[in-house]
């Protein structure tokens, strides 16, 4: 089953989130003088988000709206997974992992890419699968495109791939091995923990100076790896990892001893990079 | 039982010209026969549809919806019902102020649409501040009349809306 987009509704809400959290990261970056960021991305979602809206109210089935909204998806940009997993835990909905039942607090979407062949990716050009490992993953989620194209599933004809889901793996297997150079990212839904009393806390974060290899949040002490909702260097949503790591994609952590996550060897820190933490406590 | 008298405005998407009057009056008066409906605009002139001679449109009693064909653009109207005997009497009236901004938001709508399928345009500066005017004014007409009743701020933001929608060059 291919990943479900969300609905024009939950897009309005995303956006709404999404505006707030731009804005409160444009005020952040402006305090500082940075300037890295579109000071007028708030506004940008709001005007957007304004005509969808309406359009929404007067005709919900309206030609175009879906296409508008979707732009509107991508406008959030690294702001939506966020707004998504904080709109899921609002929403006062039960959520059910489909694949065991189990109660989840909220849905977040989860993205990652690498390239065949890397040195740290898990396919090489020669093998057929590989595996994803996280927790609360919910079945039937996975999507996953090639070199920038929708991939179908069990196709004989052409290349395409099957997914065999457990709540903490995703075991994909191609019908022919993808070439060294292309280009897989893939995106998957997973559940936000049964948080036993805990709540989604304020995003914090931290904007390098360059040259770092770790970078320590006092705030992450006895937080465990499963309670990050999520990880953001620079644009991208990562992975927090346990152990040594060597991918490129994630950063190793300490799984809450002092809050430190370290990158992979020879992957420092850039100036105003800028790594942020959503996290339960 | 006394009337007591009660109308609704709106506009549906659809047709845009057509401004929608629904009677909600609960109660019942045997001496009422007739209804008048007065628009009047911010300049103190009412608003009728072609061809009416008087400052009034007739909405038949036995007909609790009417549709009048008068929204050739957004106006922010003071609209009066009147609920008369059969000596044209007014034995009931009342008053609401509306703004009616379907063709203003359509506009922006159109704007965000052609947004949507070429990103960039954002990045022309008589694009992107001639939107955002659109939508303060669009904005501004429905606070006058939300929190101040009205109509003459009102219209005057629908007229500035107006004028951008009539001169589409200003967002090239």
């Known amino acids: 089953m291919a990943f479900v987009p969300p609905t024009i509704l939950e897009i309005i809400d995303i956006a709404n989130i999404s505006q707030y959290l731009a804005s409160r990261d444009v005020a952040f970056d402006g305090i500082f003088n940075w300037g890295s960021l579109d000071k007028d991305l708030p506004l940008k979602i709001y005007d957007v988000r304004e005509a969808v809206e309406w359009i929404y109210a007067q005709d919900p089935n309206y030609s175009s709206l879906f296409q508008v909204a979707t732009y509107l998806y991508q406008l959030c940009g690294k702001y939506s997974g966020i707004a998504k997993g904080i709109a899921a835990q609002n929403s006062g909905q039960v959520t059910y992992n489909t694949n065991t039942g189990q109660i989840l607090n909220g849905l977040m979407p989860v993205q ?3 390239t065949v062949g890397d040195v740290a990716a898990p396919l090489n050009g020669t093998n057929l699968s590989f595996v994803i490992n996280d927790t609360r993953i919910v079945a039937g989620s ?71 290899t770790t970078v320590t949040f006092t ?26 790591n060597t991918d490129m994609n994630a950063l190793e952590y300490d799984n809450g001893a002092a809050g430190v996550f370290t990158v992979p060897t020879g992957d420092i820190f850039q100036a105003g990079e800028i790594i942020q933490v959503l996290y339960l406590a | 039982m006394a009337l007591s008298e009660n109308f609704t405005a709106s506009v549906d998407f659809a047709t845009q010209n057509l401004l929608h009057l629904q009677d909600v009056s609960t109660g019942s008066d045997s001496a009422v026969t007739s209804r008048r409906v007065y628009l009047t605009k911010s300049d103190g002139t009412y608003l009728v549809p072609q061809g009416t ?108 809306a107006y004028y951008l929608m009539t001169n589409q060059n200003l967002f090239s």
């Open chain 1, 112 to 114: 990652y890419q690498f």
């Open chain 1, 142 to 212: 996975f999507d996953l495109h090639l070199d920038g194209l929708e991939t179908p599933e069990s196709q004989t004809t052409q290349v395409s791939y099957q997914e065999l889901y457990t709540t903490t793996t995703i075991t994909v297997t191609f019908n022919q091995a993808p070439q060294v150079g292309q280009i897989i990212r893939y995106q998957y839904l997973k559940g936000l923990s049964i948080n036993n009393g805990k709540q989604t806390q304020i995003p914090i974060r931290y904007t390098c100076v360059g040259g770092e």
């Open chain 1, 219 to 244: 705030d992450l002490i006895g937080v465990p790896k499963d309670d990050i909702l999520t990880l953001v260097r620079g644009t991208n949503v990562i992975q927090a990892v346990l152990g040594t």
């Open chain 2, 53 to 160: 001679l008087t400052d009034y449109i007739v909405w038949s009693y036995s007909v609790s919806f009417i549709d009048i064909n008068v929204l050739d653009r957004d106006y922010a109207l003071n609209i009066t019902v009147e609920w008369l005997n059969s000596a044209n009497v007014a034995l009931y009236t009342k008053v609401y102020v509306y703004d009616f901004t379907t063709y203003s938001n359509f506009f922006h709508y159109y704007l965000t649409q052609t947004q949507a399928s070429q990103p960039n345009i954002i990045n022309n500066n008589n694009f992107w501040y001639n939107k955002l005017k659109l939508l303060v004014n669009i904005k501004d007409a429905d606070n006058a009349i939300a929190y101040g009743s009205d109509i003459g701020n009102a219209q005057a933001a629908l007229d500035k």
